[in-house]
């Protein structure tokens, strides 16, 4: 059983005998009253964003999620198609159940796969993944009045923000929770 306390992002849990990861929480406490946990759970299987708070007293089930390696094949319309790398059975999971973490998948990715009842219901990503830039403008000499970034393209075809001196052909590492430009690749 966890407590509030051991409501973090990435921490899966039971609810209503359903798996639900956390992917937001916020501590707040307040003078006059006392401390609650708000979070809020995607479900692991539909998707679906729940917000719930939790009182000091609370005791969460932790959701029996088993783990294994997995890579990442190809998506077909609105599913997934991944490996076990153990088994090398194929299987498939939908984009809602995925959620954000569609954005990053690239063929050969490798990845944890969370089984809930001997079915896979989600992925956990690396924290870091390497991508090529496969276009990226030119930068603009003088062009850093603010934040000198621009926007490029990877391979998988996701957009962000890097920084000017980034050129196409280039291999950069991505951080898969909070979206951002790493670092540049060692090659």
Avoid: C
């Avoid at 992917?23 to 009253?33: E, H, I, L, N, P």
């Amino acid at each position: 059983m966890l407590t509030m306390n051991d409501l973090r992002i990435g921490v899966a849990i039971t609810h209503e005998n359903e798996p639900y990861i956390v992917v937001w929480s916020d501590f707040m406490r307040t003078a006059m009253r006392k401390p609650v946990m708000r979070t809020k759970l995607r479900n692991l299987i539909s998707g679906r964003i729940l917000e719930l708070t939790f009182k000091p007293g609370d005791k969460i089930p932790e959701a029996d999620l088993a783990r294994n390696r997995a890579s990442y094949l190809y998506a077909q319309g609105n599913e997934h198609y991944f490996m076990d790398q153990t088994s090398y059975d194929q299987f498939f999971l939908l984009a809602e159940q995925l959620g954000d973490q569609v954005r990053y998948l690239k063929e050969g990715l490798e990845v944890d796969v969370l089984n809930f009842e001997n079915r896979p219901v989600s992925i956990q990503l690396p924290k870091k993944i390497e991508y090529k830039v496969v276009e990226a403008p030119e930068a603009v000499k003088g062009d850093t009045a603010t934040n000198a970034s621009k926007v490029a393209k990877l391979e998988n075809g996701l957009e962000l923000k890097v920084p000017l001196f980034i050129k196409p052909g280039e291999k950069i590492i991505i951080n898969t929770e909070t979206g951002e430009y790493s670092t540049r690749a060692a090659n």
